[in-house]
T-cell receptor, first 115, second 114 residues
Framework: DTAVSQTPKYLVTQMGNDKSIKCEQN?????MYWYKQDSKKFLKIMFS???????INETVPNRFSPKSPDKAHLNLHINSLELGDSAVYFC??????????????FGPGTRLTVT | AQSVAQPEDQVNVAEGNPLTVKCTYS??????LFWYVQYPNRGLQFLLK??????LVKGSYGFEAEFNKSQTSFHLKKPSALVSDSALYFC????????????FGGGTRVLVKP
């Protein structure tokens, strides 16, 4: 009964390939996020969706495209992978965005290695 | 723009001693402040948050944090550290106008020695 789950947990691929990471939450939350954690453990938000609508889109290359088929799922597709994309990608969710300062619930992460 | 600074990359403490992890922030507006913990090869876990009210906030696993507006700080504390507290700790800030966007500090690794 994992609250926020991601697949795969590990992903090793070659430069130039296209890959996807899937995220699902069973908490009934309205908002989902993608974060990137680099090798120095620095954590930065990439995207956020609220009820399938994109609300946060940080300065991320166009090769990264999030897709939210419903509010329980937020997938991340990456085209033409580059060495610098190697990182751990975390999905997170929260009840909403407005008003209260909701804490976010994080998935276990997907370690992407581009060779 | 909002930012968070965690001035210490690592904090070493003996088991049973008090633990403090420092965090300062910079925002325009009233901040919402959070602490998260990350154990090896795991996602982040929420510890506590400050929204408004009492400056001393109590959270999970015996942790607490004190909001100090004049010093723009939100230090995390635990009176008696355990070896199992060894992990990576992140402070984060959110400003209401930014939706629910969290800006994280660089993280502080805590090592509690037996």
């Amino acid at each position: 009964d994992t609250a926020v789950s991601q697949t795969p947990k590990y992903l090793v691929t070659q430069m130039g390939n296209d890959k996807s990471i899937k995220c699902e939450q069973n908490l009934g939350h309205d908002t989902m996020y993608w974060y990137k954690q680099d090798s120095k453990k620095f954590l930065k938000i990439m995207f956020s969706y609220n009820n399938k609508e994109l609300i946060i889109n940080e300065t991320v290359p166009n090769r990264f495209s999030p897709k939210s088929p419903d509010k329980a799922h937020l997938n991340l597709h990456i085209n033409s992978l580059e060495l610098g994309d190697s990182a751990v990608y975390f999905c997170a969710s929260s009840p909403g965005t407005s008003g209260r300062a909701y804490e976010q619930y994080f998935g276990p992460g997907t370690r992407l290695t581009v060779t | 723009a909002q930012s968070v600074a965690q001035p210490e990359d690592q904090v070493n403490v003996a088991e049973g001693n008090p633990l403090t992890v420092k965090c300062t922030y910079s925002v325009s507006g009233n901040p919402y402040l959070f602490w998260y913990v990350q154990y090896p090869n795991r996602g982040l876990q929420f510890l506590l948050k400050y929204i408004t009210g009492d400056n001393l906030v109590k959270g999970s696993y015996g942790f607490e944090a004190e909001f100090n507006k004049s010093q723009t700080s939100f230090h995390l504390k635990k009176p008696s550290a355990l070896v199992s507290d060894s992990a990576l700790y992140f402070c984060a800030v959110r400003v209401r106008a930014a939706g629910n966007k969290l800006t994280f500090g660089g993280g502080t690794r805590v090592l509690v020695k037996p």
